[in-house]
């Protein structure tokens, strides 16, 4: 499974941005997808995350009510429409894949990762 972040980029305190990351191969519809962000200095840390079905989606308390998890299985794509940015969302943002429908806030139970996409917001 090969992942594919964009989206990201500078954009003002109060703006949007939507991230897609693009997945490879035939089995997305079966995996669980994550989102994760890392500042600089600080440790990776969960975002959001959506099981394979798209029922079920998970946010951190940071992100709740701002961030929106979403999935596409025919474009085998997931996304977060971010919405209300603050400084402090400034990160790299990275996309990951599970083996199993489920989703979790655990970075080591996801196998798979994008290379990340920067975001920055400035004040």
């Known amino acids: 499974v090969q992942l594919q972040a964009s989206g990201g980029g500078l954009v003002q305190a109060g703006g949007s941005l939507r991230l897609s990351c693009a997945a490879s191969g035939r089995t997305f519809s079966n995996r669980g997808m994550g989102w994760f962000r890392q500042a600089p200095g600080k440790e990776r840390e969960f975002v959001a995350a959506i099981t394979a079905s798209a029922v079920s989606t998970y946010y951190a308390d940071y992100v709740k009510g701002r961030f929106t998890i979403s999935r596409d299985n025919a474009k085998n794509t997931v996304y977060l429409q971010m919405n209300n940015l603050k400084p402090e969302d400034t990160a790299v943002y990275y996309c990951?894949?599970?083996?199993?429908?489920?989703?979790?806030?655990?970075?080591?139970?996801?196998?798979?990762w994008g290379q990340g996409t920067q975001v920055t917001v400035s004040s």
């Open positions: 990951a894949s599970r083996d199993y429908g489920s989703a979790t806030s655990f970075a080591s139970t996801y196998a798979y």
